[in-house]
């Protein structure tokens, strides 16, 4: 394999992936999730105008926004190798490098908007803190685009010398935060030689690995688990045949989970039991609703608007119930079904209950978190049930509905 091969191969693999992105988008950003996003967006800007009126003193905005960009800095290597590279690539180990830097620019690009994003987030707070001097926030802006890239050089680096992969994160992220305080603080030279210095000890680490083997097994594990990770995201929306689920105990809610006692261990109440079941020992899904309704609550409380936060909570409670639908496929259509067949009405009845358990329990922090903001309104919390029976009931009539094609 030449150098032109080895670029080959990796545009091969971009494309495929690029091809699998687009596939699964079509089921991420329909139109109910593209408006919610829209409105999250429009609540965020006006959350973030007011707040620019009335900014808050004694805040150390430049420690934390150094702190917060130092975080989105750290993109993560993506280098498209697979399983079986480590046995027919191995005698191309050579031609690597030149794969390995498609691979780095691939990385830096793939997250590159985000650190933008952040940066004109960013833009009119310390705009509005020090508009007389702007030029410091410009250097800031080009040592936070300049780093990512640098970050994933040594990263590379660092696993090629075999070194543990957390303290490398750790270092890049302390660094790039001292050298974003020190430009912030209007001490521009010494982060510029912070950043200056941050390079050359890559490329010191780059020499040293000179006569080192490819690092096979670790860059392939390291993709294979960001390709995990964004099947677990994209089996919120819909069904992804190469996930491999995981389940975790979470002592700490077997309350919500007891043992059947002998009156409901029969089909009617087994459906319950295994969606709750699901729900509460996965992995991925529990974690994702869960940091759904903190941003809910945050952004809640940080807008303190009547009718902007219920919103807001109305919407959070809609997307969240959507997001359930693989509990159904997976239960429905899985091993239990021939284990033990039952009614499909029972099926459906069960996944039914278990949606109301999950609205509840969101309702009620919902509405506890808006009657706390608004004590006088708070009769219209009820707004965030209403929107959730309202919306269980459509899933259900849906599912009835496919249930009856699929008879057919």
Same mark, same amino acid.
């Given at each position: ?10 545009? #091969?693999?971009? #494309?495929?992936?690029?091809? $699998? ?55 993560? &290597?993506? @280098? ?32 590159? &908007?985000?650190? *933008? ?42 696993? /090629? ?11 890049? %992220? ?28 890559? &490329? ?18 390291? $993709?294979? #688990? ?11 929306? @819909? ?7 995981? !389940? ?18 029969? =089909? ?9 079941? =699901? ?21 809640? *409380?940080?807008?303190?608007?009547? %009718? ?22 997976? #239960? ?35 509405? *506890? @978190?808006?009657?706390? &903001? ?5 009769? !219209? ?5 209403? *929107? ?13 509905? /496919? ?6």
């Amino acid at each position: 394999m030449t150098d032109h091969r080895a670029i080959a191969l990796f545009n #091969q693999r971009r #494309q495929a992936i690029s091809k $699998e992105k687009s596939y699964y988008n079509k089921f991420i950003f329909n139109g109910h999730f593209s408006i919610f996003l829209l409105i999250l967006l429009g609540a965020f800007i006006m959350g973030y105008g007011n707040w620019l009126k009335h900014i808050p003193s004694g805040i150390p905005y430049a420690l934390l926004a150094s702190m917060a960009v130092a975080a989105t800095s750290l993109f993560p &290597l993506r @280098t498209l190798l697979k399983e079986a590279d480590r046995l027919f690539l191995l005698p191309f180990e050579r031609h690597m490098s030149i794969y390995m830097r498609y691979s780095l620019i691939y990385s830096y690009l793939g997250r590159i &908007l985000i650190q *933008v994003a952040a940066l004109i987030i960013l833009f009119p707070l310390f705009s509005k803190l020090d508009s007389s001097n702007i030029l410091y926030f410009i250097i800031f802006a080009i040592a936070a685009l300049i780093y990512p890239y640098l970050g994933l050089y040594a990263k590379l680096e660092w696993i /090629q010398a075999k070194l543990p992969g957390w303290i490398i994160l750790f270092l890049e %992220w302390i660094i790039f935060a001292a050298t974003y305080e020190l430009i912030l603080g209007l001490h521009q030279i010494a982060g510029v030689l912070l950043l200056v210095i941050f390079a050359a000890g890559a &490329l010191v680490l780059k020499k040293a690995n000179h006569q080192k083997l490819f690092a096979w097994e670790k860059l392939i594990s390291i $993709e294979e #688990q960001h390709h995990m990770n964004y099947y677990k995201f994209v089996n919120m929306f @819909t069904d992804v045949k190469h996930l491999r689920s995981q !389940a975790v105990r979470r002592r700490y809610l077997d309350f919500i989970l007891p043992r059947p006692n002998a009156k409901h261990y029969n =089909s009617e109440h087994m459906y319950l039991f295994l969606f709750k079941r =699901s729900f509460l020992r996965g992995k991925d899904a529990f974690n994702i609703i869960l940091r759904l309704v903190v941003i809910a609550v945050i952004l809640m *409380v940080w807008l303190s608007q009547v %009718w902007i936060s219920l919103i807001v909570g109305g919407l959070f409670m809609y997307i969240i119930l959507l997001q359930t639908a693989q509990f159904y496929t997976q #239960q429905a259509y899985g091993l239990w079904p021939q284990v033990w067949p039952v009614p499909e009405e029972n099926v459906i009845k069960g996944y039914g209950q278990f949606l109301y358990h999950i609205m509840f329990a969101i309702g009620i922090i919902l509405a *506890v @978190t808006y009657m706390i &903001l608004f004590p006088a309104q708070l009769y !219209a919390g009820l707004i965030f049930f209403i *929107v959730g029976w309202l919306t269980i009931r459509n899933i259900i009539k849906k599912l009835e509905y /496919q249930e009856t094609l699929l008879r057919d």
